[in-house]
């Protein structure tokens, strides 16, 4: 749980980084190429039927050296009755296969049936001999519309493989993931069609690396140097994934009900798509219709949000955003370890509502640090609204308490939500955890002048200033260089002082300020020689930094 970021030396808890080794399981997929590789390897020395028993033998000694898990026995058993009826020149039945490997396993060992790795491995098998090739032959429709057929079947054969197979032993296998394992992957498509296509090289490399080995130990260190980029594409490959926001998502509850409901409904579903499509009822093809658009919608939108989520996380860089809000001033501070600071709200709720929505991954619903930094209405008015929408750690404010119909709002809400808002004082410094560090500068009766750094860089937001109280702040030594500045009151007139802007030394002045206004000439000319940017004009505008580098982004 996030706790609330507290004055310094109080750090938000954040997980510490656990790191897990990876485990490679023998499925099928590892069998078939052991059989493709042995049976290949025996026709051209022995050839014909004499290699089938060679083959056999060697698939079982492998199946034994692998540990003989449930689903390597039934991927052996299968692959030798497709062996066996090869070559006896009889056609091959992947049902009957599967269902006489399942037979045997079962009247060995009966407690196998119970076996959570023979269940998923007969469920994928079974996805596999029913919706492959339906979803192959749909795909390569598809494409036809758009490319050559030869093309397209080249593209579905490239790609199908990895993508369509592992497809059609998800739909049989998901449920059975979820029920005993609590959660299922939403990148384990993406990973095997990343990770399977170097699995053979891993295979048929690292098994004759350890057979070299066995020989001698320079010829197998040899071999093992030429399968070792395959292996560490694949532990890359799946550590890059793993890390992929939601990359697994937790089911919490997953009862036997719901377990044999999704398999009898995708079994009447799989029955009615084979029937020949004239003797369907007009009904079932109406509702079949409207359930592939509703589906199509709900991917759609799921694939959105993820892709939201995902272009939203942290990336190691602290992002400061400068909403464009209207007239007013909203920011939004990001740290490396993904907590979340907003200093003030513009003038409208329904502004900073929109705008927080476009900067927070969607899941996100907790703000760490609300800083009301001054009470004026074109910089409190927005914050009324984030209650109902998001949860509230921590608040400040800052400024004498104002009289406006937002600012009661304001305190009534954090009041009858139990958050007792801190006073601001000058020498506050707030932990924003990952080295990110606010200060209160100065607090006025208009507002406070707040400091954020990270690493050699520093962003400085004067809020309610004007240009006496800048000139004392100067020269008093309290202002110190800064990459980024916020204008204050929005480059109206008397809001800045030289003399601070020489402490500052800002190399980007951000104005925040609503259409069809425009800060004052004698504002704009202080600020000659220097970045100007406009929230009127540039829309948000945001900066990212590593603590050395600065980016900046603008929403226009």
């Known amino acids: 749980m996030r706790q609330k970021p507290s004055v310094i030396n109080r750090k938000i808890d954040t997980p510490v980084e656990i790191r897990h080794p990876i485990c490679f399981r023998i499925c099928g997929f590892n069998v078939s190429i052991i059989v493709k590789v042995f049976a290949s390897l025996f026709r051209r020395i022995v050839g014909g039927k004499r290699s089938i028993p060679l083959t056999i033998a060697a698939v079982a000694f492998y199946t034994v050296l692998a540990g003989a898990d449930a689903s390597v026995v039934r991927a ?11 070559g006896f020149h009889r056609p091959s039945n992947g049902l009957a296969s599967l269902a006489a490997a399942a037979f045997l396993m079962t009247a060995f060992n009966p407690g196998a049936l119970w076996d959570v790795g023979f269940q998923l491995s007969v469920a994928a098998t079974l996805g596999l001999i029913i919706y492959a090739e339906p ?67 891993v295979m048929i490399l690292g098994g004759l690396a350890a057979i070299g080995a066995m020989i001698a130990k320079p010829l197998g260190a040899i071999l093992f140097w030429l399968a070792w980029p395959s292996v560490t594409f694949t532990i890359a490959a799946v550590e890059l994934l793993a890390q992929v926001p939601l990359a697994t998502i937790p089911i919490d509850r997953f ?105 927070l991954p969607a899941n996100e619903r907790t703000l760490d640090l609300v800083f009301a930094a001054s009470p004026q209405p074109d910089r409190l008015g927005g914050l009324p609204g984030l209650f109902g929408r998001y949860t509230i750690l921590q608040a400040v404010s800052a400024g004498e308490a104002g009289r406006s119909s937002a600012y009661r709002e304001w305190a009534d809400g954090l009041s009858s939500r139990g958050i007792a808002p801190l006073a601001a004082e000058n020498g506050q410094r707030f932990d924003l955890g990952s080295g990110a ?85 004698q504002t704009m000319k202080l600020f000659e020689g220097r970045t100007v940017l406009r929230t009127d004009e540039r829309g948000a505008i945001s900066f990212a930094t590593d603590g050395k580098q600065l980016w900046v982004e603008a929403e226009r």
């Not at 052996?76 to 090869?86: N, R």
């Not at 919608?297 to 955003?321: D, E, F, S």
């Not at 606010?438 to 309610?464: K, M, N």
Request: glycine share 8%; hydrophobic share 55%.
């Open 76 to 86: 052996a058993l299968m692959g030798g009755l497709v062996l066996l009826s090869d």
């Open 135 to 201: 979803f192959t032959r749909a795909a390569t429709n598809v494409l036809t519309r758009i490319a050559p057929q030869d093309t397209a079947q080249w593209i579905v054969g490239a790609v199908g493989e990895f993508s369509l197979l592992t497809l059609a032993a998800q739909i049989t296998t998901l449920p059975l993931i979820a029920f005993y394992f609590h959660q299922i992957s939403i990148v384990s498509l993406v990973a095997n069609v990343v990770v399977l296509p170097v699995q053979p090289q």
């Open 255 to 359: 009862p036997v009900a719901a377990l044999f409901g999704i398999y009898t409904a995708l079994i009447g579903l799989t029955w009615l798509a084979v029937r020949d499509p004239s003797r369907r009822p007009p009904w079932i093809t109406s509702a079949a219709a409207w359930a592939s658009s509703a589906a199509l919608g709900v991917v759609a939108i799921g694939a959105l949000a993820a892709w939201n989520i995902y272009l939203h996380q942290p990336n190691g860089k602290l992002r400061v955003t400068f909403f464009d809000v209207g007239h007013g001033d909203a920011i939004l501070i990001q740290t490396p370890s993904g907590q979340y600071a907003l200093i003030d709200g513009g003038p409208s709720p329904n502004a900073l509502a929109e705008s927080l929505g476009r900067a």
């Open 437 to 521: 560090i606010l200060s209160v500068i100065d607090v006025r009766d208009e507002g406070a002048t707040l400091r954020l750094d990270y690493g050699q860089a520093a962003f400085l937001f004067p809020i309610g200033l004007d240009a006496k109280a800048a000139t004392e702040l100067a020269a008093s030594g309290l202002i110190a260089p800064a990459a980024v500045l916020l204008a204050p009151d929005h480059g109206n007139a008397n809001s800045m002082s030289m003399l601070f802007l020489d402490a500052a030394q800002p190399r980007a002045i951000v104005i925040a300020i609503g259409a069809g206004n425009s800060p004052k000439a």
